[in-house]
């Protein structure tokens, strides 16, 4: 698994007179989790983004590994390298809990039995029962949902997680349930896991924590060896 990394990465939107992202220099290893904290406008997204490889940097390199998603296929990192999580879950309605977690793997062509066992798998990983997993998403919490988003994730087979405010939707149990998991994804099973997030007690359980200013990202906090 690769080290997903930017260098002096600028980001402009089209029309806006300031750039985004300014020159930010920053990396995210396998097995550690990272915060991304900083105020509302800083860039947290946009940063994420073009780690998603959704956007593509102004000037600079975004790289996973040695590649630079300038020069990549990009459809095919977005499906087998990065998988995202978003604060409003993004489960699809008309789908069961189950058939949502197939999804991603049955449009790449996957056995849907072995699809469905798999996502059983993941799913029972994050804590939904059998019972749970014959709902459709509208009759769960909304810690359940993002369970759910977690459970796709980790059967899409990608290995970096990218978290958009993933518990912004959630009360203080629901957070520090979901922060569990993913903290125990990148300390247990080795996934680079980075979590944008406004609160810094979430911050505070990250192995590194960036922090960003009008568009410039800083390391800030604690920064543990590795191990
Ligand atoms: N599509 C867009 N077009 C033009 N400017 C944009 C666009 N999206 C974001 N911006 C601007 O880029 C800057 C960074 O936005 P971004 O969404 O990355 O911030 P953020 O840190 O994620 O904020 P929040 O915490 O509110 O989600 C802001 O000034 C914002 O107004
Ligand atoms: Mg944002």
Do not use: W
Not at 69 to 92: P, V
Request: glycine share 8%.
């Amino acid at each position: 698994m690769s080290t997903l990394s930017m260098e002096r990465v600028t980001y402009k939107y089209r029309n806006a007179g300031t750039a985004a992202v300014k020159e930010a220099t920053c990396a995210f290893e396998p097995g550690r989790m990272y915060a991304v904290v900083g105020p509302s406008g800083s860039g947290k997204s946009t940063l994420l983004s073009m780690l998603a490889g959704l956007d593509l940097p102004s000037e600079g390199s975004v790289r996973y590994g040695e590649k630079s998603t300038g020069d990549m296929d990009l459809d095919r990192y977005r499906r087998e390298d990065i998988s995202m999580i978003f604060q409003a879950f993004q489960l699809f309605p008309l789908l069961t809990v189950t058939e949502n977690v197939c999804y991603p793997m049955e449009l790449v062509g996957m056995d849907p039995k072995e699809a469905k066992h798999k996502a059983e798998e993941c799913l029972r990983r994050v804590g939904i029962t059998s019972e749970e997993m014959k709902r459709f998403p509208s009759n769960l919490s909304g810690g359940q949902q993002q369970r759910v988003a977690i459970a796709r994730s980790l059967a899409s087979g990608a290995r970096t997680i990218l978290a958009d405010e993933p518990t912004g939707n959630l009360d203080a149990e629901n957070t520090g349930n979901i922060m569990d998991i993913l903290e125990s994804l990148a300390r247990d099973d080795g996934y680079c896991v980075v979590v944008v997030t406004h609160d810094m007690e979430i911050a505070e359980r990250a192995d590194v924590v960036y922090k960003m200013t009008d568009g410039v990202i800083a390391v800030g906090g604690k920064q543990a060896a590795p191990d």
